[in-house]
C-alpha cells in the first residue's frame, strides 16, 4: 500500500504493483468492483504486474470492504463518482506518471467500468481506457472530451447494465469520433470475475471462456496504446 496525492492536494491510499523488471513501465489505474479494494481487484493488479505493467488500485471506499451486496450498495451509493475520478483516479494517473511511466491507460470493472468511462472525459493524462461491463448514467458521459481510445467488454445478458444502453454510450462516442472498440459477449454480468457465483447473486456468472477472450484483447490494446 502506498498513498499519492489528489490534484486537490488530499491524500489517497492504494495498492501498488510493480513489475518485476522496469520500474518505468507503462501503468494502469485499476478501479474496484462496487465490493471495494478486495482480493479480487488486487489479483488483476498482481496478473498486470506480471505482464509487465506497473498497476495501481485506489481505495475509493478509504479502508471500506463490502461482503454481500447491501453493504456493497450502500457504499457505492455513498461514492462521489465525479470527485473519485476526477481527484482520485486522475492522482493515481498522476502519480503513475510521476514516478516512471511515460503512458497510464485506466480499467475498471462493475462500478470500476462506470468510473473507467467517466475518467476517459475527466482526465486529460490518461493514455487510453479499458471498460469491463460498466457505465454511468449517460448524461454524465462528455463524449467529446474522450480523447484516447477505449476498449469496452459488455455483457449480452447484464441485468445491472443493460445492452441497450451500451448502444446508446456507442452511438455518443461514435456521434463524437472517439476511438473505440466495444466488444459483446454471450455472458452475464461480472464474468472475468472468479468468485462471482459465491456472492449469491443469480446475475453474477463467471465465464472463463469470455472472461480469457477480454483478456486476451485488453492485453493486445494496451500493448498497442500504452506499449509494453
Known sequence: MISFQRPDGKSSNAYLVEPAEAKNAPGIVVIQEWWG??????????????AGYRALVPDLYRGKLALEANEAEHLMNDLNFADAASQDIRGAVQYLKATGSTKVAVTGFCMGGALTVLSAGLVPECDGTVVWYGYPPLEYVDAQAIQKPMLAHWALHDDFFSIA??????????A???KYDFQRYDAKHAFANPKSETRGLPPLQYNPAAADLAWERTMTFLKNTIGN
Not at 37 to 50: F, M
Not at 165 to 174: A, H, I, S, T, W
Open 37 to 50: 479494494l478486495d482480493n479480487e481487484i488486487k489479483n488483476v493488479a498482481d496478473r498486470l504486474g506480471k
Open 165 to 174: 444502453g451500451v448502444d446508446q454510450l456507442e452511438g455518443k462516442l461514435k
Open 176 to 178: 463524437a469520433g472517439v
